[in-house]
């Protein structure tokens, strides 16, 4: 009944307050969203499913901001009633976890309370949410940007960062300036800026770490170049991370956890691309060496980082293809070995079938294909590969043949490193996923996903299959079913409907899911098997 009261009071504050406060007038405006993402477990032999003591788990966000000129202030308030099973566990109860003021003018702006905020690509420092991995290291403290013509930027930052429903005693400071020489010169179909940041990290240590060498403070910097001109880019980043602490499980001939070994971080990042006629070609290459940067050290929460790595491979949407997905590696600890991290990168094409031609026909067609590779490192401060740990080959196609059916294809070669590189051993899978959506009326479609894995490695082949009728603007029903026919021989089902009115949309479903890893851009968090059923309600005014 508590939970059930909670939830109420919740639902109730976002109407009333919706209701009084739609348009802006002379008083401001409140703008706001409430979340709520709930499981009721049962057993489940079958997959030896994880069931709460009282079968229950719950993870709900309401978020309010107001708005009156150039001042803004909100909160978030967040509830885990319990938290949801493969969630962060250090996510409990109900708190006001989120809070700030800010100021913006023209040229700068001030924010006191918590923020978010990212140097460059995120991999020297990035502060973000991601309610699907239970993720947010926002900073409670003060930032100040400041913006000269377009040309000169900057950003000064200090803050302690939010580890569960806590904010660190970790300190973070900081500052990123951004030099735009195109538009000093004046050019106008041409970008080119200098960029570099500075991050300062302290923490308190303890006396054994202090004898061993470690030291309560660490600073990193990125440097970086941006480039565009007539369709083309280029862009590459450099960071040094500073020192980086891991526990010794047994490194060095050390056996002895108490003491950590200490290693330099850094990464190298360049991009080159193009885009115009049709075509659109992008290559990455990135190295990483001991980039975790943790809030808080010997603390194993998915949600302690400070920056951002995500999986530059193509990121897929289907059941099949997500399997297993690659998890990127800043650096492999396990038992007695230890790995600096590893090296790779992807070409991205893709082709805009022209209408009206032989290939494309009369509605034209678009082509798409990626490559990735990634391979652990063979030592420290080295660029040369050791074993391989991830690499992908994906073809897409997609196809409006009539006004009422359009086809997507995807063939998916995936050939993956189980040990995360401590051994050389691969698994190796097909994929293939054919999405059609066929349009009845202007109002009622189907749509129809048809997957096939085959693989000799692991629990071999799978089969998958979804269906999903639409009633537009308003109703969905949908069923899918995940059956592993090469081993396990058990059908992963799931079945719901949903409702969208306005800017609420609530989904209920049953299903049956399997144990493996959730990942957000790259970010992974490990998801035990559960079976149940699932209540999602967002809205926002």
């Known amino acids: ?108 702006s001030i924010t006191a309370g918590t923020y978010y905020e990212q140097f460059g690509s995120g991999l020297l420092f990035r502060s973000y949410e991601d309610r699907t991995l239970g993720m947010n ?24 960062p939010r580890l569960g429903m806590e904010f ?5 400071r900081g500052g990123d300036i951004s030099f735009a020489i195109s538009n000093l010169a004046g050019w106008t179909k041409t970008l080119f800026a200098i960029e570099g940041s500075v991050l300062n990290r302290y923490e308190v240590i303890s006396a054994d770490l202090k004898e061993e060498g470690g030291k309560p403070t660490s600073t990193g910097f990125s440097g970086r170049v941006n480039f565009e001109h007539k369709g083309f880019i280029v862009k590459a980043e450099y960071i040094d991370a500073g020192e980086r602490h891991y526990p ?86 396990l038992g007695s070995y230890c790995g600096p991290g590893e090296i790779g990168g992807q070409v991205d094409i893709y082709y805009n079938v022209a209408r009206r031609t032989k290939l494309g026909g009369k509605r034209g067609m678009k082509l798409g294909l990626n490559y990735s590779t990634y391979y652990s490192l063979v030592k420290d401060r080295s660029a040369k590969a050791n074993n391989l740990l991830w690499q992908s080959v994906n073809f897409t196609l997609e196809k409006q043949f009539t006004r009422k059916f359009k086809l997507n294809f995807l063939y998916s070669f995936q050939e993956y490193n189980d040990s995360h590189g401590v051994n050389n051993y691969t698994w190796k899978s097909n994929i293939f996923v054919a999405d059609m959506l066929y349009k009845w009326t202007p109002t009622i479609s189907t749509r129809l996903e048809l997957q096939y894995l085959y693989s000799k ?64 851009g790259g970010v992974c968090r490990n998801i035990p098997a559960y079976t149940g059923a699932n209540l999602m309600i967002t809205t926002s005014f």
């Open 1 to 108: 009944m508590k939970r059930l009261a909670i939830l109420f009071t919740c639902l109730s504050l976002v109407g009333v307050v919706s209701a009084r406060e739609r348009g802006e007038d002379k008083t401001g405006r409140l703008t706001g969203s409430f979340e709520t993402n709930s499981i009721y477990y049962v057993e489940d032999n079958k997959t030896a499913a994880i069931v709460p003591e009282d079968n229950f788990g719950s993870n709900n966000y309401l978020k309010l901001d107001y708005y009156r000129g150039k001042f803004s202030a909100g909160v978030q308030m967040e509830g885990y009633l319990p938290v949801l099973q493969g969630y962060p566990t250090n996510l409990s109860k109900v708190g006001l976890t989120n809070y700030y003021a800010s100021w913006v003018d023209d040229s700068f």
């Open 137 to 160: 290291s926002a900073l409670m403290g003060a930032r100040f940007t400041y913006n000269y013509k377009d040309i000169l930027g900057v950003k000064a930052i200090w803050g302690m």
């Open 168 to 172: 660190s005693d970790t300190q973070v």
């Open 248 to 333: 010794n499980g047994g490194y060095d001939g050390v056996n002895d956890p108490r003491i950590d070994l200490i290693k330099n971080g850094n990464a190298q990042l360049i991009e080159v691309g193009y885009s115009g006629h049709g075509l659109g070609v992008n290559v990455t290459a990135r190295r990483l060496e001991y980039m975790d940067m943790p809030i808080v050290y010997r603390n194993t929460s998915t949600a302690n980082a400070l920056n951002y790595i995500p999986a530059l491979t193509a990121q897929y949407s289907y059941l099949l293809t997500n399997l297993n997905p690659y998890i990127v590696q800043p650096s492999t600890m």
């Open 457 to 520: 490695h692991d629990k071999k082949d799978w089969m998958a299959a979804l269906a999903e009728v639409n009633f537009a603007p308003n109703w969905s029903i949908f069923a899918s079913d995940m059956y592993n026919h090469g081993q396990t021989k058990i059908h992963y089902y799931n079945a719901g409907v949903s409702y969208t009115k306005s800017r609420t949309r609530i989904q209920l479903s049953y299903g049956r899911n399997r144990a493996g890893v959730v990942c957000s």
